[in-house]
């Protein structure tokens, strides 16, 4: 049988697995039998048992065999076309597990999923997970949006007036203007593959986290706003999603001396 998601083609093969067991545990029961003839010396229950075995062993063979050539899912495909990231986004909205898709990675408050197709696998926060089958999947991004996230806000306050800085000096801007967030990712990504290792949506999902710890001032007095001016109506902007689901936009930043 076709299948155009994963789901229900993992519903029908478990229940074709379920059918196979049953051939397996049959002829495992009468090798049981026959070890408990040996063990008292019933020759005839011994032979009738093991020839029960052989035959029942054959069945379960064959049956196993049906099983595995009646997997015919392309799950790499499934995978690479982005079909499985659509499944998923509609199983969570099912489920009532708020998620976005942006820049091809699921953002579910406060984890970053990412799909790697080479390997059949998910990489929740850079934790590859092989468990892809959607329904546990979003059971797990679930379980991810009832804790509180890791986060220590201070020392990501301190890492983006810092950055902050150095932007200001190369435009030579002066002290308390606004500036892009992406130049502040440029910067605190500048070494190779960084960027790599720290994308734009984390970046973002970390903008969202340290908004919402209500940590603004640093370490000298400084005290950092989020501009919501026009910058947001230009290029640039990074995007998150919020612990309720909604999109939220950040565009820049600007450090002031608290008076």
């Known amino acids: 049988m076709s299948f155009v998601h994963l789901e229900p083609a993992l519903q029908s093969i478990e229940r074709d697995i379920d059918?196979?067991?049953?051939?397996?545990?049959a002829a495992l029961g009468q090798v049981k039998r026959a070890k408990a003839a040996a063990a008292v010396g019933q020759l005839r229950e011994l032979r009738q048992a093991l020839g029960d075995a052989a035959r029942l062993a054959d069945?379960?063979?064959?049956t196993v065999a049906l099983v595995r050539d009646g997997w015919q899912f392309d799950e790499q495909q499934h995978f690479a076309s982005g079909a499985y990231a659509q499944e998923v986004l509609a199983r969570a909205k099912a489920d009532g597990v708020n998620v976005y898709y942006s820049d091809d990675r699921i953002l579910c408050y406060p984890a970053i999923v990412a799909i790697s197709a080479n390997d059949l696998s998910v990489v929740v926060d850079k934790k590859r997970d092989r468990r892809v089958r959607p329904?546990?999947?979003?059971?797990?991004?679930?379980?991810?949006?009832?804790?509180?996230?890791?986060?220590?806000?201070?020392a990501f306050l301190e890492s983006l007036a810092l950055a902050y800085d150095l932007v200001v000096a190369k435009n030579a801007g002066r002290p308390g203007s606004v500036v892009k967030l992406v130049d502040l990712y440029g910067v605190l990504t500048v070494m190779p593959g960084a960027a790599r290792d720290y994308s734009k949506p984390e970046?973002?999902?970390?903008l969202y986290l340290l908004d919402m710890s209500g940590v603004t001032t640093t370490k000298s007095g400084r005290a950092m706003t989020f501009a919501a001016s026009a910058l947001t109506r230009g290029g640039?902007?990074?995007?998150?999603?919020?612990?309720?689901?909604?999109?939220?936009?950040?565009?820049?930043?600007?450090?002031?001396?608290?008076?």
């Open 19 to 25: 059918g196979a067991m049953k051939s397996v545990l």
């Open 59 to 62: 069945v379960a063979t064959e």
């Open 135 to 154: 329904s546990v999947f979003v059971r797990t991004m679930k379980a991810l949006q009832m804790k509180p996230p890791k986060f220590k806000a201070d």
């Open 203 to 206: 970046f973002a999902r970390d």
């Open 236 to 259: 640039g902007v990074l995007t998150t999603v919020t612990k309720t689901g909604q999109e939220k936009v950040y565009a820049g930043v600007q450090f002031t001396v608290s008076t």
